[in-house]
């Protein structure tokens, strides 16, 4: 019996063995048929997203290792590919009271000891002020755009609650040079300037890698900067303003306002203005006094109305005298700065500035040509720039009264930006073809479109007068030797509620070279100058802002390829007989 048994259970064995392997293979097919319509629908969601690639397009989020090593901004270079602004690497301060894990004191030592020991790191931080700080028991960022041998001074200070969080920073090495140009970056977001302007294409994976050029060159920006710099400083100036503007293109290759701030540290006192600069309704140092702020720009604008009135025939004999006597008109009495003799022709009523010839000729022009003229130029709108600071035109309205006309011919009111007078400016020498300015850098050899102002002949005819007065008239401080210059001068005024404020002037010379083949305007303006040693104690443009361009353009000319030439010159041999010399 027990042997039966036995063998009774050795039979057995195999049974259950050959059982359980047949009941695990029946659970794994049970599974696998579960299994199957999730892989299935898996597969279609994969087959679903390639299908929606073809279709739409893949993300834009970076897909290579290159693009994930590109940084956050790109680099924004002048039109020589020099850098004007780009990213760095920087850490953070950051005070983390919450550092000690034990939850005792956030800070090693005392709050007094540790801003001393930051303040030998950094002398210019307000000991008490980071002190004051440091109790509150507050996290926040106590200082930003450290260097790397700063976080480490940092670092040896020892305190576990004294973080230094690294992060890509934006830095323009050029300090505060063309801030108004570039503006600057604030949370990751352009502000002002082509920051903003640009900052898609800055953030954009797709062209963030290869560095952006603009339209300036950073040597002429430098020269431009320095030299109102000066002038502005030599005569007390309030503030200055300029442009480089190339004639044929509508190049920006400068653009200056001063005072100016610095990009690399940015302050709210710079972009809003003092409560005394908002009493006295002035610009703060953010203001771009070139392409916002607008200026009645005075006898600048005669040069404009003696053109219009050639291109229409009005003016036909530049040796024609007319009445230099005072004008009474509306009830008011327009009059030159001094006496200038009973009569003047053209070229003496430009190289003398004369108020009351250029009124005559606007009147016999007609305010209705005048006003066309003068919007054909770009003067009744806002200036064409990609900048956002683009400010609008004081324009005198549709219907021009003959009072009107005639203070209009002579820069008075109307009031527009300096990069206004610098685009009409290229129109009239450069052949007679109005083109807006712009910030991007244009290809040699590409034709940028304009619209006809001037005729041909009528932009020669300017060019020769323009070079007289800088020859024989206001504009002799900025005749460089060498360089041809033509330009004019404008003082004007102030206006205000009550009139005009005789003791407060704007400044202008506005200018091309050379005059024989122009190639560049350039416009200095000086807002508010004092009589001082330095300008004779005169404060009118002929002693402040000619001078400016005068020494701009001999360090500037060889920059852009215009060199000084003794031997050349244009031809005003026909118009100098028409000068009388007893004008004073």
Do not use: C
């Not at 834009?60 to 602004?85: C, K, V, W, Y």
């Not at 996290?139 to 690294?166: K, S, T």
């Amino acid at each position: 019996m027990a042997s039966i048994a036995i063998d009774s259970m050795v039979a057995a064995g195999p049974m259950r063995v050959a059982n359980k392997r047949l009941e695990s293979l029946l659970t794994a097919r049970m599974r696998a048929l579960l299994l199957m319509p999730a892989f299935g629908l898996v597969a279609l969601l994969a087959l679903a997203r390639i299908a929606s690639f073809g279709l739409l397009g893949a993300p834009d989020t970076p897909m290579s290792m290159e693009q994930r090593l590109l940084p956050p901004r790109g680099e924004i270079t002048d039109r020589n590919g020099l850098p004007l602004a780009r990213n760095y690497d920087a850490f953070a301060l950051w005070y983390n009271p919450k550092a000690m894990k034990d939850g005792g004191s956030p800070l090693v030592r005392s709050p007094e000891e540790v801003a001393a020991a930051l303040g030998e790191v950094f002398p210019d931080i307000d000991r008490k002020d980071v002190a004051a700080r440091l109790a509150s028991g507050k996290a926040q960022y106590l200082r930003r755009r450290l260097l790397p041998e700063e976080a480490n001074r940092v670092f040896d200070i020892g305190e576990p609650a004294l973080e230094l969080p690294a992060e890509k920073d934006r830095f323009y090495p050029q300090g505060s040079m063309a801030a108004h140009v570039l503006g600057y970056v604030k949370d990751g977001k352009g502000r002002l300037g082509m920051e903003s302007v640009l900052d898609k294409e800055l953030t954009d994976a797709a062209s963030r890698g290869e560095p952006t050029a603009i339209a300036l060159d950073l040597r002429v920006q430098g020269a431009l900067e320095d030299e109102l710099r000066k002038g502005m400083l030599s005569v007390n100036a309030r503030g200055a303003a300029g442009v480089v503007l190339d004639v044929d293109t509508g190049e920006v290759v400068a653009l200056a306002s001063l005072p100016a701030f610095d990009p690399n540290d940015v302050k709210a006192s710079d972009l809003v203005g003092t409560a005394e600069q908002k009493r006295r309704d002035e610009p703060s140092n953010s203001y771009n006094s070139v392409t916002y702020q607008v200026y009645e720009l005075g006898s600048t604008f005669k040069p404009l109305t003696v053109a219009a009135a050639i291109d229409a025939g009005i003016v036909r004999d530049l040796g024609l005298r007319y009445d230099a006597k005072p004008v009474k008109v509306a009830g008011r009495t327009l009059s030159d700065s001094h006496s200038l003799g009973d009569t003047l022709n053209v070229p003496e009523a430009l190289i003398h500035s004369s108020n009351t010839v250029t009124a005559r000729i606007a009147d016999k022009l007609g305010g209705d040509a005048l006003r066309d003229t003068m919007r054909d130029l770009g003067l009744a709108e806002r200036p064409y720039i990609e900048l956002p600071a683009r400010g609008a035109p004081i324009w005198p309205g549709e219907k021009w009264s003959r009072i009107t006309t005639m203070t209009v011919a002579y820069g008075h009111g109307i009031s527009v930006t300096p990069l206004h007078l610098a685009s009409a400016y290229a129109a009239m020498v450069n052949g007679g073809i109005w083109r807006p300015a712009t910030l991007t850098k244009v290809e040699p050899g590409t034709e940028v479109q304009g619209r006809r102002v001037f005729k041909e002949d009528t932009s020669a005819r300017m060019r020769q007068l323009l070079r007289m007065i800088t020859v024989y008239g206001t504009g002799k401080s900025a005749n460089a030797p060498g360089y041809r210059v033509g330009g004019k001068t404008g003082s004007a005024e102030k206006p205000s509620k009550g009139g005009y404020r005789e003791k407060l002037l704007v400044s202008t010379f506005a200018a091309a070279f050379p005059m024989d083949d122009p190639r560049y305007v350039v416009v200095a303006m000086l807002d508010e100058p004092k009589g001082t040693t330095a300008s004779s104690f005169q404060r009118t443009a002929a002693w402040n802002a000619a001078p400016i361009v005068g020494k701009l353009i001999p360090r500037i000319g060889p920059l852009l390829d215009v060199r000084p030439d003794l031997s050349r010159d244009i031809d005003i041999s026909d118009l100098r007989p028409l000068i009388r010399s007893d004008i004073e």
